[in-house]
């Protein structure tokens, strides 16, 4: 029995560890940065159609590149994406071992490539290839013909087939290719190839030698990347040499478990990933969400702040709360334009969500072209449909909604609008839809960056439904500190609704404070004018005293002493 038992261990033991890793990468992917799973998504638009499969196997690395956007697909579920992770790792773990360690698990280079990961352009387009490069190499060993010159033919036509259907990571399979002269012809062979490619294909060289969906930003592939496959090979060689024989399992499991403990979490940066979950929580409309997580951690990037005062204004708290958070100036209400897509898509949104239905269409078209690799973005599609909807132009909607009809996650979305087309009653009837329509501006005119608080006062001119609109256009001034600005407005709109939140008394207060004046009776509340006065003498005995710090969510400390 004994015996059995040590004999099953023996057998089972790199199946057990391999599955201990995957559910590890499971549980990372799910638990620690699911919304990163979303981002990937969103990058792209994965069509079911011969046209779009046609146009990826156009180029080289095609084939990888279709198989990992069929799975990035999947990730608008974070289950489904974590597992498709945890699956493909501990593919990669088992495939790798073949190859280089014979029948045993090799994790280091997972490790490396899963640390590379951190760097959230690196695309699973690199990790499917590699595992069809590692699969390959497999095949290669078990067909292998006897007669040398049928060796050398299948060679030949083998490697150019393989660099179209994985791109350059073609490289490492010429490498494992055996006996050695062998391989050093299909390493010189598969290099010709891809630059003789380069000739007929309309890449530059070193896009074609770097791998077209390899890493988001053409032209560019961290060293990371590089690193892998060499470290793949270097431990087969040292295998082969026999300077890995001495290693015992318990001490390797213990480095690698030490290793993947060290260098993971050091290749994701918190800043560049808290952005990216402020993003995705923007998409979902989790607003009270975006609260929660500024309640935990204060908000100090551009990008961050707007989130947070988007959610604020769509629960009718910016009036009350924004100087709960940190503030730097109007930019964090509408942030300038960026070339860049995650910051276009979020200042589209808030255009959106303001009732510019025109503008946001216009931010989703700058964002889509500002995505490095050229890739179309399901989510954008989705809201070019929108904004057509809402502007009537149900001919363009439906283009786009056709479109979204050929992917999965999309499609019940599209079929569901589709159905509303023309449809006036609806439409107008519709919570989102409905609102943005009597929100809108009629007129069509562009604007500059300096007018936002005018088109703000004119979206409440429009509409005084709009609390969005009322809520920015009397937090611009205060945020650039213009008081005298901020009185004008404020006037406007508590003339023609009930908008008097805490900052706007405070505002008021301070106010009348510089013209040492009082208040109107019933304009700032009892309590508000005590603290004031409060503030007042403890930043006139001592400006640097530590008891400012309990007035530190007020209007007043943000204007006197701002940081």
């Known amino acids: 029995m004994l015996i059995r038992m040590k004999k099953f261990l023996s057998n089972s033991w790199p199946w057990l560890l391999t599955l201990i890793f995957g559910v590890a990468v499971f549980l990372f992917w799910k638990y620690r940065y699911p919304f990163a799973l979303t981002y990937q ?69 997972v490790l490396l490539l899963w640390y590379a990961m951190g760097d959230e352009s690196v695309l699973l387009t690199y990790a499917v290839a590699l595992e069809l490069a590692m699969v390959a190499v497999l095949v290669w060993r078990c067909l292998t013909p006897q007669n040398k010159v049928f060796r050398w033919g299948l060679m030949l036509v083998m490697m150019p087939l393989l660099y179209w259907l994985l791109g350059p990571l073609v490289l490492i399979v010429a490498l494992f290719l055996t006996p050695w002269t062998l391989a050093v012809a299909a ?39 590089v690193c892998v496959p060499l470290l793949i090979f270097l431990l087969h060689w040292l295998y082969r040499k026999g300077y890995l024989n001495w290693m015992k399992l318990a001490p390797s499991l213990a480095v690698v478990f030490i290793l993947g403990i060290l260098l993971i979490p050091r290749g994701f940066d918190d800043r560049k990933y808290e952005l990216i979950e402020y993003d995705y929580l923007v998409r979902v409309k989790d607003w009270h969400g975006i609260i929660a997580k500024a309640e935990q951690k ?60 025109n503008t946001a269409q216009r931010f989703a078209f700058e964002a889509m072209e500002a995505i490095p690799n050229y890739n179309k973005s399901g989510r954008v599609v989705k809201r070019l449909a929108e904004t057509n909807l809402i502007n009537g132009q149900y001919d363009v909607a439906r283009k786009y909604l056709q479109i979204l009809e050929k992917t999965i996650f999309y499609r019940p979305w599209a079929q569901h609008i589709l159905d509303l087309l023309g449809n006036e009653k609806a439409i107008n009837e519709h919570p989102i839809y409905g609102t943005l329509r009597q929100y809108r501006l009629q007129e069509d ?66 106010a009348f404070m510089q013209q040492r004046q009082q208040p109107p009776r019933g ?18 005995q001592n400006q640097n005293s530590p008891e400012l710090n309990r007035f530190r969510n007020t209007v007043w400390y943000y204007l006197t002493i701002g940081k």
């Open 445 to 510: 005119f562009l604007f500059s960056d300096i007018e936002l608080d005018k088109i703000c006062g004119q979206l409440f001119m429009h509409n005084q439904k709009n609390q969005m609109a009322a809520q920015y256009l009397v937090m611009l001034p205060l945020l650039d500190r213009d008081i005298p600005r901020f009185m004008q407005y404020v006037q406007v709109v508590q003339n023609r609704i009930q908008y008097n939140p805490r900052h706007c008394q405070e505002a008021i207060a301070f």
């Open 187 to 225: 390493l010189i062979y598969t290099v010709a190839l891809i630059l003789a490619s380069a000739w007929v294909l309309p890449y530059p060289l070193l896009r074609l030698v770097l791998g077209l969906d390899y890493y988001r930003s053409p032209g560019t592939v961290p060293y990371l990347l």
């Open 298 to 357: 204060t908000p100090d990037l551009p990008m961050s702040v707007s989130a947070t005062n988007l959610a604020l204004a769509m629960t009718n708290q910016l009036g009350n709360r924004a100087f709960d958070f940190y503030q730097h100036s109007s930019e964090g209400l509408l942030p300038g334009f960026e070339r860049n897509f995650a910051t276009t898509q979020l200042t589209g949104e808030i255009y959106f969500w303001l009732g510019l239905v």
């Open 523 to 540: 304009v700032v509340s009892q309590l508000i004018l005590q603290q004031m006065n409060e503030f007042a003498q403890a930043y006139s």
């Open 41 to 109: 998504e969103q990058f792209q638009l994965f069509l079911f159609d011969s046209d779009y499969f046609w146009s990826r196997m156009a180029e080289p690395g095609g084939f990888a590149r279709y198989v990992a956007e069929f799975l990035v697909q999947f990730y608008n579920s974070m289950t489904i994406g974590a597992l498709i992770l945890a699956v493909l790792f501990m593919l990669l773990v088992y495939t790798i071992g073949k190859v280089a360690f014979v029948h045993k698990p090799c994790f280091l280079p």
